[in-house]
């Protein structure tokens, strides 16, 4: 299976946000989106895509916070690169464990941008 591999990262003429392919030269970091425009980004605001999706069909990308959003109880966990273990992972927000971010969890989560 191929996942498909996109970058998300803070502009630094105005701090918006870009998404597309990461791009390193000269000694600086550049998104370039689907129209082929290229942004120069702050390196410290790159999160990689996971190559999942919540259960609305949303993009999950590293740093994301996910929640539960159910009827019994709310949790919610913030999505972390392991590069010990080479996967993604969350973290729950109010403590405790962490889970291998997968398909199946994915899928049953909600996508709460900051």
């Known amino acids: 299976m191929v996942r498909e591999v996109m970058f998300r990262a803070k502009t630094k003429s105005d701090n918006s946000t870009v998404i597309g392919d990461l791009v390193n030269k000269e000694g600086k970091s550049f998104i370039i989106d689907a129209a082929d425009v290229e942004y120069e980004i ?3 605001s790159i ?10 069909g ?7 916070i996910l929640d539960t959003n159910n009827s019994t109880m709310e949790l919610k966990v913030r999505v972390a ?10 973290e729950y927000l109010n403590g405790g464990r962490y889970n291998t971010l997968s398909k199946k969890f994915a899928s049953n989560w909600d996508l709460v941008r900051d």
């Open 42 to 44: 702050d390196p410290a």
């Open 47 to 56: 999160e990689e895509f996971t190559g999942l999706f919540d259960r609305h």
């Open 81 to 90: 690169w392991n590069g010990d273990e080479t996967r993604f992972e969350t």
């Open 58 to 64: 949303q993009s999950i990308f590293e740093g994301d």
